[in-house]
């Protein structure tokens, strides 16, 4: 059981410069709403612990399977999910770290010790980010972590799909000083066969967000060639963004195909075998179109 000051995590990263202004520490917490088929880090989808088996690490000596009291791993260390008692043996013995856990619970306080070995950086732009998977979800325990960093004077930056109750986003504006908000289809029935929602909420939200903390915004367009970058959905996000008044950079960010071998590791299929990864050129045409809206773009 996650208590209201203890969060699901499964990364904290350092020295990250595209994560919001200076040099930030990125808290990464499980669980999202969407299924995005592009999804770069899938094992941030699930809102519980998961384990993953790391091929490349496993010295095949087979320790993880005999020490298995119910016999829930091949040979392949594909796990039987409705036969494993989550005991935790074949992660134990596991000597090379070819099987772990991802997600670890940790407390407000614990987190804020890590971040706060990173104070030398920020000077007077740095800070934590929240990140995910959607780290909204785990509102209860974001809110503790924020008041805590707010005390410490620690900038606060979220990065969100946007997919939450509004009364989740009005609850914690005051604690975020800036907010990344995705935008990945602005066409509510592709945008429910790309992540598995449709968007009405997600632009709700971003309307009443704008009303509260116009200028802590940013909205960000993933760009995934065959699936969302075409003329329509871009020249469609502008005229909406337009539309709502809104005058902050855009940021666009191209797809890559780092994060499929996480599948693997997971045991799931990766379900955007299609997709591209955008040109120089492309990026030029995407940044031009938004440009005709009078958007300002930056590409990460």
């Not at 087979?62 to 992660?91: E, H, Y």
């Not at 299609?274 to 031009?288: C, F, G, L």
Request: net charge neutral.
């Amino acid at each position: 059981m996650v208590g209201i000051k203890e969060g699901l995590v499964f990364n904290i990263q350092r020295y990250s410069i595209h994560d919001g202004p200076g040099i930030r520490t990125v808290v990464f917490l499980k669980g999202c709403p969407l299924r995005c088929v592009w999804c770069s880090n899938p094992e941030s989808q699930n809102l519980f612990r998961e384990k993953r088996f790391i091929e490349k690490r496993c010295i095949n000596c087979k320790k993880c399977i005999s020490i298995c009291p119910v016999n829930a791993m091949n040979q392949q260390r594909v796990i039987n999910l409705d036969k494993c008692l989550d005991c935790g043996a074949c992660i134990d013995t596991c000597y090379s770290e070819a099987l772990q856990y991802v997600g670890n619970i940790l407390s407000d306080e614990e987190i804020l010790e890590e971040v706060k070995k990173d104070l030398v950086f920020y000077k007077d732009k740095g800070g934590i980010t929240l990140s995910g998977g959607e780290p909204l979800l785990q509102n209860e325990f974001v809110s503790s972590l924020l008041r805590l960093c707010k005390k410490s004077s620690i900038n606060t930056v979220v990065e969100t799909s946007g997919f939450v109750k509004w009364d989740t986003l009005n609850e914690l504006a005051e604690l975020i000083d800036l907010f990344y908000y995705d935008i990945k289809h602005i066409n509510s029935k592709i945008h429910n066969e790309l992540t598995g929602k449709p968007n009405e909420l997600i632009v709700e939200n971003l309307e009443k967000l704008l009303d509260k903390k116009r200028n802590n915004v940013i909205v960000r367009i993933p760009l995934i060639k065959g699936m969302n970058c075409d003329f329509e959905n871009i020249s469609g996000i502008g005229v909406f963004l337009k539309k709502i008044n809104y005058h902050n950079e855009v940021h666009l960010l191209p797809y890559h195909r780092f994060g499929t071998g996480k599948y693997k590791q997971l045991d799931r299929e990766y379900l955007a075998q299609s997709a591209e990864i955008p040109t120089e050129n492309d990026i030029r045409n995407y940044s031009s179109i938004l440009e005709q809206y009078h958007l300002t773009t930056k590409v990460y």
